[in-house]
Every structure is written in structure tokens, then in C-alpha cells.
């Protein structure tokens, strides 16, 4: 039985006209900047500092529908000179390694301004698995139907099914399920005031861009198309990496009616479609919510804050160069901003912004290429920078042999460094390439005592911990090799600040 005629029987007990069989469906000038960069850089003495218990808690998770960011507009308006700071030796390094991913398109991306997800979802062989089950459901109701859905079924609900096909190959179409439960006639008890029937299906879609593309062009072509269903599209809090949601009450042709809800929802390469059937006196939207997110509970989706304004925006070309006794900081003939050691045994050369009030709750991205340096080479983004005595910061880095690593470092009155890791060990994503190569984009959200850590707009971990509230932003290199071969230098553009909303 086509899908489209089973979604109506279970939405509406049959009782519906044909009008509403698409309703019933299952198919989603920046002002001037006054930033004055500073440089920090030093060569370590050992021996190497003790190690800080760690205090954060980290949450492993990962993709996220990225959205490339704009050109930079803005630049830092004036320079300082180098001011030294002691920093010791190479903190531990994850050692796992793993196949790299695909790379990245070559442009900085951050997440989707509407909030994200954390990419890399729990997604089981069994795609069963993640849809809600009875226990999941409105009370009392039982499945009556299950299973996998092929690709020509899903193009059923389309006039030109040939066309429809073509256009999931082209998404990367994997695999689609389903399930649809209703409420048995024994249970109803007065129908106007009751859930009638859920259904849920998920297709899986070679991409975050694709789910999104099917889950938004089945509400425009076919939930919102309908001339004889008239269908309101309702804002409705953010669910997933994008959503749409969209109610109808209809005629059952007897003298009454009965609402239906309808939820797309994509997250990650999953695009997620929950249709709920009722009473006329019910409200069925919040039960496709509640689906939706049991579904995204299922799948250990973890939301990223959504992005706010531009509070930054710079390509480096107005921050200081410098030759520096560790190393330094020039912009090159490629037009990037290169952040040069030199010296080995954990040293190091940053730059930050400075002259503005501290950037509190904010998400800082910076793209950066790896140009040379031993493979424990890091290339690092930095948010909330002491802005006074430089004394701490929070780091997301990646080394030339792509292993990340998140930290709050801090020096304390005696120049003692210390560290606590914000990630697990064992993280590691395709290692940054040289010029000419895609760039990396290393991006810190920080809300309060919430922290969320991407890479090409994949979302590796999540942490809690209490430290500063505010700081600067800025970069970072350090070079751990004890007898460097060659200088570890990266390439950086495109640093971006947004506040979140």
C-alpha cells in the first residue's frame, strides 16, 4: 500500500476526504572594529609543569549541516609589541588515531544560524531503532505497521515519481523507515477530544545538506502544495539542524473534523518526518514534537547554541608582524596571517584581540592551514583570553597528525603552568592540510559554563567548566618537537566572532 494512503488511514481512521492526503503526509555593514591584537611568545625552561586534575565533564558526540562565513570585513586598528610569558612543555597528546574523513569544503564554516547538531549521530544499522516505539507514544496507542522503505516508495507521494528518484540519488539516498501507531477502537472513548494516530519516518540521506534539501522541499511540494488542504506553516521552538511545522483541520465529510499535525526535522544526514492524527478538540503538534525529540534523544543529538551577531570579523591583515626570539608573525604572499615558532620544547607564539569589553557568551572560528613543523605541531583558536596578565584561556588545537585537543590552561603567580582537558583523549580528524588544500576551521562556543568544540562544523565534544567568564580571542602555535627539523608554522584567516542568541 502506498505510503501516502497508510499515512491517512492511520491519521484519520479513514474518515478523511482525498483533499487531505498531502497534509496527512510524510515526506524540511558590520561597524569598524577597535580590536588591538597582542602577542604572547616564549620558549619554556624545564622541567615541565604538573598536570591539573581535570574538573569538566565531556560529552562525545558529533555533525553538524555548516554553513560557510561570510568574507572578513573587519580588522584590528592598531598593534603592540611582544610581551614574553613563560609557557613549559607539550601537555599530553591523544595518541588513537583514525581513518581521516572526508575534507572539508575549502571555506570557514560555523554552524547553522538556526542552532545545530552534533553531526556524527548514533546511527544504528536498524533504523528502527531510533523511531519511537509504544512506550514513546501517547497513551495507549499500538503499532500497526513497520519496516524499511525503499526508495520507490518514498517517491510515491510525488505526481512525477521517476524525477522524485532521481533527485534522492542524487541526495545520496541509504536506506528509510517507518513505523505507524494508532489508538485502538476500544480505547476511544470520545474521538473529538483524543490522538487518533503517529507516524513516523526517517530517511538517512548521504549528507546534512541533502536531509535538509528533502525534508524542506517535501512541506513546499507536496505538505503546503495541496490547494484543496488549507495548511498553516507555525513557528514552533528549534528542533534539530533545521524544521518546519504545519497544521490543518479538515472535514471528515460528516459534519465534523479532525486536526493533523505535521513535523519535518533534519539532523544530520537524517531527514525526519512525524505526522500526528486527532480529535478535533485535540491539540496533535505537541505529540509530533515529543516524537521528534525522542527520536533525537535516540540518536544522542546534542544541540549547539544558535548564532547571533558578527561582533568580530577579521582576515589578520591590520594585526601586528613582528620578528619575535621564538619565532614570528608575518602575513604572507598568500594573503595569510602566519604564526611562525621556530623554536622547539614547547614553545609558543599567540595573538589576541584586545581594547573591547570581554567577549562573554560567543562562538570565535578561525580557519588555518599547517604550513610546516613536526607532526605534534598545533595550530590552535583561543577564547576568553586574560586580558590583562595573560594568565589563562580556553584552546581548541589540532596537531599536524589531526589530533584535537581542548583545554583551560593557566599560569599562576609563580609563572606555574597547568592545564585541564576539556575533550577525551583519542580525537582525531583529517590532519590540516597545507596551502592550497582546504582550510581547517577550529570553532569554541562558550555559554556560561557550557562549552561546544567543532572542526569543519562537526561538533567532537561538549564540556561544563567554571572558569573565567569573559576574555579576549586570538591564536595560537606550539611546537613540542625537543629538536625541531623545521620551524612549525601555520596560516590563519578568517577569525569570526558572534554572539549567540
Known amino acids: 500500500m502506498p505510503l501516502i494512503q497508510r499515512l491517512t488511514r492511520v491519521c484519520l481512521l479513514g474518515l478523511l476526504a482525498t483533499g487531505l492526503l498531502s497534509a496527512c503526509s510524510v515526506g524540511d555593514d558590520d561597524p569598524e572594529s577597535t580590536q588591538t591584537p597582542i602577542i ?19 560529552a562525545t558526540t558529533a ?71 509504544v512506550e514513546d507514544a501517547p497513551a495507549g496507542m499500538i503499532v500497526v505497521d513497520e519496516g524499511a522503505a525503499d526508495i520507490a516508495l518514498v517517491a510515491s507521494d510525488f505526481e512525477d515519481e521517476a524525477a522524485r528518484q532521481q533527485q534522492l540519488q542524487d541526495w545520496g539516498f541509504q536506506a528509510a523507515v517507518f513505523r505507524e501507531l494508532e489508538l485502538p477502537e476500544d480505547q476511544i472513548v470520545d474521538q473529538a477530544s483524543q490522538p487518533i494516530g503517529l507516524i513516523t519516518r526517517v530517511v538517512l540521506l548521504g549528507s546534512p545538506e541533502a536531509a535538509q534539501a528533502e525534508m524542506h522541499s517535501f512541506v513546499d511540494e507536496i505538505v503546503l502544495a495541496d490547494p484543496e488542504v488549507s495548511a498553516t506553516e507555525v513557528a514552533i521552538d528549534p528542533i534539530g539542524d533545521a524544521h518546519r511545522a504545519v497544521t490543518a483541520t479538515v472535514d471528515d465529510g460528516e459534519g465534523g473534523s479532525f486536526n493533523v499535525a505535521y513535523l519535518g526535522v533534519a539532523a544530520g544526514p537524517l531527514s525526519m518526518q512525524f505526522i500526528a492524527g486527532s480529535g478535533a478538540q485535540y491539540d496533535p503538534l505537541p505529540d509530533t514534537i515529543a516524537a521528534a525529540q525522542t527520536t533525537l ?28 626570539e621564538s619565532g614570528q608573525l608575518y602575513m604572507g604572499e598568500d594573503g595569510f596571517y602566519h604564526v611562525l615558532v621556530d623554536q622547539g620544547g614547547g614553545s609558543f607564539v599567540s595573538a589576541y584581540s584586545t581594547d573591547h569589553e570581554p567577549y562573554t557568551d560567543v562562538a570565535v572560528s578561525v580557519a588555518l592551514h599547517m604550513q610546516s613543523g613536526d607532526p605534534t605541531s598545533q595550530g590552535c583558536v583561543m577564547t576568553r583570553v586574560d586580558q590583562l596578565e595573560q594568565l589563562y584561556d580556553y584552546a581548541l588545537c589540532v596537531d599536524g597528525n589531526g589530533n584535537v ?56 565534544g561538549t564540556a561544563t567548566h567554571t572558569g573565567p567568564p569573559g576574555g579576549s580571542v586570538g591564536v595560537l602555535v606550539n611546537h613540542y618537537a625537543e629538536s625541531p627539523t623545521a620551524p612549525a608554522e601555520f596560516a590563519f584567516t578568517n577569525l569570526v566572532v558572534h554572539a549567540l542568541e
Open 405 to 460: 585537543e581542548a583545554l583551560y590552561e593557566q599560569f599562576d603567580a609563580d609563572g606555574n603552568y597547568t592545564f585541564e582537558p576539556l575533550l577525551p583523549e583519542g580525537i582525531t580528524v583529517a590532519p590540516p592540510g597545507p596551502e592550497g588544500t582546504p582550510w581547517t576551521t577550529l570553532t569554541i562556543i562558550s555559554r556560561g559554563e557550557e562549552f561546544w568544540f567543532l572542526i569543519d562544523g562537526q561538533l567532537l
Open 297 to 324: 534523544g535516540y540518536l544522542g543529538y546534542v544541540a549547539v547554541p544558535a548564532l547571533g551577531e558578527v561582533l568580530l570579523e577579521t582576515d589578520f591583515s591590520n594585526w601586528p608582524v613582528s620578528e619575535l
Open 63 to 133: 555533525t553538524l549541516a555548516a554553513l560557510a562565513t561570510p568574507a572578513a570585513t573587519t580588522e584590528p586598528t592598531s598593534t603592540a609589541e611582544p610581551s614574553p610569558t613563560p609557557r613549559p612543555t607539550q601537555p599530553s597528546q591523544p595518541t588513537a588515531t583514525t581513518p581521516p574523513r572526508t575534507a572539508p569544503t575549502p571555506t570557514a564554516t560555523l554552524p547553522s544560524t538556526d542552532g545545530g547538531s552534533s553531526g556524527g549521530l548514533e546511527i544504528p544499522s536498524d533504523l528502527l531503532a531510533i523511531l519511537p516505539a
Open 40 to 58: 604572547i611568545t616564549a620558549t619554556p625552561t624545564p622541567p615541565a609543569a604538573d598536570e591539573a586534575e581535570p574538573t569538566s565533564t565531556p
